[in-house]
């Protein structure tokens, strides 16, 4: 583990450079992305970290990301969102889906973005389409997804 930890953090500090000429302000919310590929659901409950990823998330892929999964390999195309939802605890231990915290994208591009293992990284805070969380070229997504490597960076893996 610790030399994963070390290789992703050499990896990464090689590639900075490349991270600051990268713009991943163009990526928008996929249209439709609800209707692609459910993959799976998470619940971050309160004490998981980082605090902001507390949350019902739901993790949804194109065909593209789906044949990625496969194969353990994506072609330019493939995209992955996640939609993150605050969650509500009620009435007989139930956990129900509150307001919606952010949209975050992941789409692959191997040519336009180098410094992050080939994926554009970009997030919509509140889902709100013009209000775009990432500034740094997806530098601060990547560090958390430099580790699976051996997935091309996607930490969620076939289901099959
Ligand atoms: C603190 C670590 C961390 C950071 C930082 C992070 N991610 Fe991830 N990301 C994860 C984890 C863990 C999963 C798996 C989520 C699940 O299974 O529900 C994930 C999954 C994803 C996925 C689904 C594809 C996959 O790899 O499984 C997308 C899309 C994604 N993240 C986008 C982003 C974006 C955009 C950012 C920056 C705004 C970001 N991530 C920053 C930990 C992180």
């Known amino acids: 583990m610790k030399i994963l930890i070390l290789a992703g953090c050499i990896a990464g500090c090689l590639t900075a450079p490349v991270f600051a000429a990268q713009d991943t302000s163009d990526i928008a919310v996929p249209e439709g992305y609800r209707s692609w590929f459910h993959h799976h659901s998470t619940l971050n409950m309160q004490g998981h970290e980082p605090e902001g990823n507390v949350g019902i998330q739901h993790v949804y892929a194109n065909p593209a990301a789906?044949?990625?999964?496969?194969?353990?390999?994506?072609?330019?195309?493939?995209?992955?969102?996640?939609?993150?939802?605050?969650?509500?605890?009620?009435?007989?231990?139930?956990?129900?889906?509150?307001?919606?915290?952010?949209?975050?994208?992941?789409?692959?591009?191997?040519?336009?973005?180098?410094?992050?293992?080939?994926?554009?990284?970009?997030?919509?805070?509140?889902?709100?389409?013009?209000?775009?969380?990432?500034?740094?070229?997806?530098?601060?997504?990547?560090?958390?997804?430099?580790?699976?490597?051996?997935?091309?960076?996607?930490?969620?893996?076939n289901a099959d």
């Open 66 to 157: 789906v044949a990625g999964l496969k194969a353990g390999k994506f072609e330019d195309g493939a995209t992955f969102v996640v939609d993150r939802f605050a969650y509500v605890e009620g009435l007989n231990s139930s956990i129900s889906q509150g307001k919606l915290k952010v949209v975050a994208v992941m789409i692959k591009d191997a040519a336009k973005y180098p410094g992050t293992g080939g994926w554009g990284f970009q997030a919509f805070k509140g889902g709100d389409p013009n209000v775009k969380a990432v500034k740094d070229g997806g530098t601060a997504c990547f560090s958390c997804h430099i580790p699976y490597q051996d997935n091309d960076f996607v930490i969620t893996r």
